[in-house]
């Protein structure tokens, strides 16, 4: 029988006190398959003390802050189905959930066809950055909180929060529930494009839209299970809408989004609008749909009076709290211009 020794036990726990307090990564197993049914295998194998990752510019960082702590990391990388795109806007596009942000900036397809697509990817984070980053990575980011994208020592400090290692949220210290904001920039123009998801587990496949990939709680942020493949994203034929994406942040260079409006119309020929998707992001745990402002605007002339009539009843809708940069009432006065934005913008599309 092997017994642990002590002193290589005290060893092994001093020199993992010292990579958390310099932010080195913890030790895991790291496999990198070859097929989506290898993959999908090693998941079910390893179980939930494991995680994908793509272009690791979310995971590491957070392993580094020991956010998550995954002992298995199976990479996606030489998975070649996740890195095919194919289709166009005639008849709906497929893109491989490993596609980098930068080849969804560059493709000449999506910039010809989804071009709200290409320009919310390049909004994020930096060129080498968006080099690393994919797509299905972002759509499936961790959310964020000022309490908890801190190093170990800082969160020790505060004895930790909800969402990791603790049992109260600073934020509303009387809320049962996180509300860590969801911060990525394509995902509320996935929603409001109404495009779909592919995933693969070892029990099979389904198709997820994108609205219902989502889930209003800042721990449990993701309806995937944690063993589904990210496989590809499915967008909608592009002839019927319009669509626009605006980003509030404070630095223009590269920062995280405080505020994304999104917004997909289909406008008839007299200018009538036949239907609206209105999408907030960085507001809350989920992308935010304002029904109350597309009932306001469908069967309307996209003028002022309806343009100002939608940004008020997004205005109403966004309640975004105090975890991220700039002051909440800000954050959620600024949803009023930024939705006259979009939607301007959109009109002024032919
Ligand atoms: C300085 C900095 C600035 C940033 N700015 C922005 C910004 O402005 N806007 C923004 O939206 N993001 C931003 N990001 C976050 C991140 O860089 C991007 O969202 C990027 O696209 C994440 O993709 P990735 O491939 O690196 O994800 P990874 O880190 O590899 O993975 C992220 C998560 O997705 C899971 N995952 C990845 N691929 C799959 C798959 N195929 N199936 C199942 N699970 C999968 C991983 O397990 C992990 O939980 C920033 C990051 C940094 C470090
Ligand atoms: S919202 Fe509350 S529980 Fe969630 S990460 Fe922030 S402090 Fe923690």
């Not at 920039?185 to 997820?208: F, N, Q, Y």
């Not at 496989?231 to 809408?241: E, R």
């Not at 100002?308 to 105090?322: C, G």
Request: one cysteine or more.
């Amino acid at each position: 029988m092997a017994f642990p020794c002590p002193v290589t036990r005290a060893g092994s726990q001093r020199q993992e006190r010292e990579n958390a307090l310099m932010m080195r990564l913890p030790k895991f197993e790291y496999c990198i398959p070859k097929e989506v049914s290898e993959a999908v295998k090693m998941m079910a194998e390893a179980g939930p003390d494991s995680s994908f990752v793509a272009g690791g510019t979310d995971l590491y960082p957070n392993m580094k802050r020991r956010q998550q702590t995954p002992g298995t990391v199976i990479s996606v990388s030489r998975l070649k189905e996740l890195q095919e795109c194919r289709g166009d806007g005639r008849e709906g596009m497929v893109i491989g959930a490993s596609v980098t942000l930068t080849d969804i900036c560059n493709h000449p397809v999506i910039k010809r066809d989804y071009p709200v697509v290409a320009g919310a990817a390049r909004l994020i984070s930096t060129p080498l950055l968006r080099n690393m980053g994919t797509i299905g990575g972002n759509l499936l980011l961790d959310t964020r909180c000022n309490y908890y994208d801190q190093n170990y020592e800082w969160r020790k400090g505060v004895n930790f929060c909800m969402k990791k290692d603790g049992d109260i949220c600073w934020v509303a210290p009387s809320s049962p529930k996180c509300w860590a904001v969801q911060s990525s920039d394509l995902a509320p123009v996935m929603v409001a494009i109404g495009a779909r998801m592919r995933l693969a587990s070892s029990r099979g496949e389904r198709m997820l839209q994108a609205t219902d990939l989502y889930n209003n709680d800042g721990i449990q942020y993701l309806t995937k299970r944690p063993d589904e493949l990210l496989v590809d994203i499915h967008l909608p034929p592009a002839a019927g809408f319009r669509a626009v994406y605006k980003k509030l942040r404070r630095r223009g260079s590269f920062d995280f989004p405080v505020l994304g409006v999104a917004a997909a119309l289909e406008v008839a020929e007299d200018g009538t609008v036949k239907s609206a998707r209105l999408i907030l992001g960085g507001v809350a745990p989920a992308p935010i749909q304002v029904r109350e402002a597309e009932e306001l605007l469908v069967g309307h002339q996209l003028d002022q009076e309806h343009i100002l009539a939608a940004a008020e009843a997004a205005y109403l809708k966004a309640r975004p709290l105090d975890n991220t940069d700039f002051l909440m009432n800000w954050r959620k006065q600024m949803a009023r211009p930024f939705v006259i934005r979009a939607l301007e913008e959109v009109r002024s599309q032919e």
